[in-house]
Structure formats: structure tokens, C-alpha cells
Nanobody, 116 residues
């Protein structure tokens, strides 16, 4: 089973940028569709972005389209999320996981806080 560790979160002002990283271990994820998800306080975890294993095609939630970019480095077994033009409503814990989700692979996530 793949283990996933997220990093790169922090506190940033509205309009700023952050780059999140997701390191996978235990098995290669090069052929897996991978996604970023987030959970804000008091809310359900929601889908943010997806990158397909074959071809690298991407898909985004409407709320982040045009601001966030998901990418991957299969040689390093890594997935990234570049977040630009951040808004206070982007404040959440961000997680990565496969698509479909592997329940046992949820990591600790990385906290992103955007101040207004």
C-alpha cells in the first residue's frame, strides 16, 4: 500500500502563492491517477485537482480552476500543487491520494492558511 506525505503548506497573505508536495513511497505511482483534496474547518473533505497517470491530463474543481496547477514527477514518485492567487477561502488542510482514493493511504496533510 502506498504511503503519502504532504508538505509545503504555511501562512500566506491573500494573493500569494504556495507549492505543495506529495511524496509517495511503498510503490510507484507513475501509472496511477492522483489527486489533491482539502478539508476546511467544519466542512467535508473536497476534491481539488486530478492528474491522470497516462498522458498527464489534468482536471480541476471550478473553485480553483485558473489558479492552481497540479503536476507530477514520476522519476521522483512525487505530485505537486502550485497554488497562485490564493484566497482566504482556500484555507484548509490539503491532502493527496490516488483516484480512486485508497482509504488507508491518507497522510497527515499540510495546513494552508490564507489571511485577508
Amino acid at each position: 500500500q502506498v504511503q503519502l506525505v504532504e508538505s509545503g503548506g504555511g501562512l500566506v497573505q491573500a494573493g500569494g502563492s504556495l507549492r505543495l508536495s506529495c511524496a509517495a513511497s511503498g510503490r510507484t505511482i507513475s501509472s496511477s491517477d492522483m489527486g489533491w483534496y482539502r478539508q476546511a474547518p467544519g466542512k467535508e473533505r473536497e476534491f481539488v485537482a486530478r492528474i491522470y497517470g497516462s498522458g498527464g491530463r489534468t482536471y480541476y474543481a471550478d473553485s480553483v480552476k485558473g489558479r492552481f496547477t497540479i503536476s507530477r514527477d514520476n522519476a521522483k514518485n512525487m505530485v505537486y500543487l502550485q497554488m497562485n492567487s490564493l484566497k482566504p477561502e482556500d484555507t484548509a488542510i490539503y491532502y493527496c491520494n490516488a483516484i480512486p482514493v485508497v482509504v488507508g493511504s491518507w497522510g497527515q496533510g499540510t495546513q494552508v492558511t490564507v489571511s485577508s
